[in-house]
């Protein structure tokens, strides 16, 4: 990772200072109220630290045409309360009306702008360059009334448009300390992780897990790699072990165009890395709603496999006990179903246990451990979701690559 510019780098006081954040947040379908806030609570450090600059807030909620696609009223309004301060909302994204509310702002005021993606070219501009994204209106008229621009949306930093990448090559743009954190957390990962280092892979996306698998491979950065969940699945059928036509094609409909390319880095992992894996050595799956135990010896089967069983979590435990760094992403079972949850929190509950550093890579585990109150026992808990993946598989992202480049032109 090149270097980029953080909040440390600069006094920003007295300045003008676009901050874009992601606090895309679950809403309640009937009442609109947030059913959770730990994305507001996240960008929370940022704010603080410029506490007596002028901050316009840039965010989004959802996208055109989705039932929770709104105004961002009820996000400045909550971010308000967690800060114990006023934040005016401006129903305006680059209007005049934005524009004359930002350019008489005083010291240590903040202004939250409407949702970004209510301007056409948020939407739009997916495709294009950093140049072309850093001559759309939204940049140029903001820009225009601006000092400096901070990205603290590391959920969003894969992503490619005006405001995520156009600020870069325009004005002197800075990490927030949310960004800092991933960067920082999941770079020790890929470049220098303790060691042993143990990599779980788990969940539906076995492309992203594989992806991730062969980057930290081929880094030699990985010394065990347990998959589980539809991965592990996927790994034992890559090694020859038939799982029975129904979760044999379950399988390639999730990965649908992406199978074949999967399928490839799978059977390159066994084939090359076998010495590194632990495999499940027995599944649960779910006949007539019930949980039933099966040996891989036993397959393949008609039957969903949702969970990995007590003799692979026995196999799994000694690694990540003795591991100094271990990586987590997806869940180990279908731990929706109370009944197949027990694999996914035998694994959060060792990775509670151990001393290693623990990073969670976001997502539905991410979520887990929220939702179990652990996360003052969790190293680094990643907001990223699919940056998250993105990052670890070692692919480009274009918010990064626009604060090196806003780095290189403004330091």
């Given at each position: 990772m090149a270097s980029l510019l953080s909040l440390s780098d600069a006094d920003l006081s007295g300045k003008t200072v676009l901050v874009r954040v992601d606090v895309n947040s679950p809403l309640n379908p009937v009442t609109g109220e947030f059913l959770d806030d730990a994305r507001l609570r996240a960008i929370l450090p940022t704010i603080r630290r410029l506490g007596s600059s002028k901050v316009v807030l840039l965010a989004h909620q959802s996208r055109p045409g989705k039932d929770d696609f709104t105004s961002m009223e009820r996000h400045a309004v909550l971010l308000g309360v967690l800060l114990g301060r006023n934040i005016d909302f401006i129903p305006d994204v680059c209007g005049e009306a934005a524009l004359n509310a930002i350019q008489n702002m005083k010291n240590g005021e903040m202004l939250f702008l409407d949702n970004v993606r209510g301007w056409e070219e948020e939407i739009s501009m997916k495709k294009a360059s950093l140049e072309e994204l850093s001559k759309s209106e939204i940049v140029q008229k903001l820009a225009g009334v601006a000092d400096a621009f901070v990205y603290d949306a590391f959920a969003c930093a894969h992503r490619n448009s005006p405001t995520i990448c156009g600020f870069g090559p325009v004005l002197p743009s800075y990490s927030g300390v949310l960004v800092q954190r991933e960067i920082d957390a999941l770079g020790g990962v890929v470049d220098n992780p303790p060691r042993p280092h143990v990599v779980i892979l788990g969940g539906v996306k076995c492309d992203d897990s594989l992806d991730i698998a062969v980057n930290l491979l081929n880094r030699d950065v990985a010394d065990t790699i347990i998959p589980v969940g539809v991965v592990g699945n996927l790994m034992l059928w890559a090694k020859g072990i038939s799982l029975g036509y129904e979760n044999e094609n379950y399988i390639r409909g999730t990965l649908g165009d992406a199978f074949e390319r999967t399928w490839d880095m799978a059977e390159w992992v066994v084939e090359n890395h076998l010495n590194k894996l632990i495999l499940p050595t027995d599944l649960a799956i779910e006949i007539d709603s019930q949980r039933v135990p099966l040996s891989v010896q036993e397959l393949p089967t008609k039957y969903p496999i949702y969970d990995?069983?007590?003799?692979?979590?026995?196999?799994?435990?000694?690694?990540?006990?003795?591991?100094?760094?271990?990586?987590?992403?997806g869940p180990a079972s279908y731990f929706e179903k109370p009944q197949f949850a027990f694999g996914t929190i035998e694994v959060l509950n060792t990775c509670v246990e151990t001393d290693a550093f623990v990073i969670i890579g976001g997502g539905h585990t991410g979520t887990l451990v929220n939702q179990r109150g652990v996360e003052d026992k969790i190293g680094h808990n990643s907001t990223g979701g699919g940056s998250c993946l993105t990052f670890l598989a070692g692919k480009p992202m274009p918010a990064l690559e626009s604060l090196e480049a806003s780095a290189k032109k403004f330091a």
């Amino acid at each position: 990772m090149a270097s980029l510019l953080s909040l440390s780098d600069a006094d920003l006081s007295g300045k003008t200072v676009l901050v874009r954040v992601d606090v895309n947040s679950p809403l309640n379908p009937v009442t609109g109220e947030f059913l959770d806030d730990a994305r507001l609570r996240a960008i929370l450090p940022t704010i603080r630290r410029l506490g007596s600059s002028k901050v316009v807030l840039l965010a989004h909620q959802s996208r055109p045409g989705k039932d929770d696609f709104t105004s961002m009223e009820r996000h400045a309004v909550l971010l308000g309360v967690l800060l114990g301060r006023n934040i005016d909302f401006i129903p305006d994204v680059c209007g005049e009306a934005a524009l004359n509310a930002i350019q008489n702002m005083k010291n240590g005021e903040m202004l939250f702008l409407d949702n970004v993606r209510g301007w056409e070219e948020e939407i739009s501009m997916k495709k294009a360059s950093l140049e072309e994204l850093s001559k759309s209106e939204i940049v140029q008229k903001l820009a225009g009334v601006a000092d400096a621009f901070v990205y603290d949306a590391f959920a969003c930093a894969h992503r490619n448009s005006p405001t995520i990448c156009g600020f870069g090559p325009v004005l002197p743009s800075y990490s927030g300390v949310l960004v800092q954190r991933e960067i920082d957390a999941l770079g020790g990962v890929v470049d220098n992780p303790p060691r042993p280092h143990v990599v779980i892979l788990g969940g539906v996306k076995c492309d992203d897990s594989l992806d991730i698998a062969v980057n930290l491979l081929n880094r030699d950065v990985a010394d065990t790699i347990i998959p589980v969940g539809v991965v592990g699945n996927l790994m034992l059928w890559a090694k020859g072990i038939s799982l029975g036509y129904e979760n044999e094609n379950y399988i390639r409909g999730t990965l649908g165009d992406a199978f074949e390319r999967t399928w490839d880095m799978a059977e390159w992992v066994v084939e090359n890395h076998l010495n590194k894996l632990i495999l499940p050595t027995d599944l649960a799956i779910e006949i007539d709603s019930q949980r039933v135990p099966l040996s891989v010896q036993e397959l393949p089967t008609k039957y969903p496999i949702y969970d990995i069983g007590i003799e692979t979590l026995m196999s799994i435990r000694p690694a990540i006990m003795e591991a100094k760094c271990v990586l987590w992403n997806g869940p180990a079972s279908y731990f929706e179903k109370p009944q197949f949850a027990f694999g996914t929190i035998e694994v959060l509950n060792t990775c509670v246990e151990t001393d290693a550093f623990v990073i969670i890579g976001g997502g539905h585990t991410g979520t887990l451990v929220n939702q179990r109150g652990v996360e003052d026992k969790i190293g680094h808990n990643s907001t990223g979701g699919g940056s998250c993946l993105t990052f670890l598989a070692g692919k480009p992202m274009p918010a990064l690559e626009s604060l090196e480049a806003s780095a290189k032109k403004f330091a």
